[in-house]
Nanobody, 128 residues
Framework: QVQLVESGGGLVRTGDSLRLSCAPVGHTVNLLDMAWFRQAQGKEREFVSAINWKGDSTYYAEPVKGRFTISRDKDQNTVYLQMSNMKPEDTAVYYC?????????????????????WGRGTQVTVSS
């Protein structure tokens, strides 16, 4: 199975920026669709952003549009989430995920059950 490792989380203040990274361990995901989800304490996991295998199509949840940017480095097999103008409501554990069914991605990228493998997550905390 695909193992994913997130990094870059931490404690920041409102208005600060932070960049998350997601890298596979022992597998290549440069030809697969990827996404970021987050889960706040006591809440369900929610979609944040997604990017197709080629890197030319991106998607964002409404709360992060204009503030977050997803990208990928196919040569290094790594996906990034650049977060700017962060808000306390961004506080959550952030997870990266990989989609192994490319035919469905365009219409189901925001659904948790579209993704086959998940990382363990990285904590992001934004203080007011």
């Amino acid at each position: 199975q695909v193992q994913l490792v997130e990094s870059g989380g931490g404690l920041v203040r409102t208005g600060d920026s932070l960049r998350l990274s997601c890298a596979p361990v022992g597998h290549t995901v440069n030809l697969l669709d990827m996404a970021w989800f987050r889960q706040a304490q006591g809440k369900e996991r929610e979609f944040v952003s997604a990017i197709n295998w080629k890197g030319d199509s991106t998607y964002y949840a409404e709360p992060v549009k204009g503030r977050f940017t997803i990208s990928r480095d196919k040569d290094q097999n790594t996906v990034y989430l650049q977060m700017s103008n962060m808000k306390p409501e961004d506080t959550a554990v952030y997870y990266c995920a990989v989609d192994t069914d490319p035919a469905r991605f365009t219409h189901f990228y925001s659904l948790t059950n579209e993704y086959t493998f998940w990382g363990r997550g990285t904590q992001v905390t934004v203080s007011s």
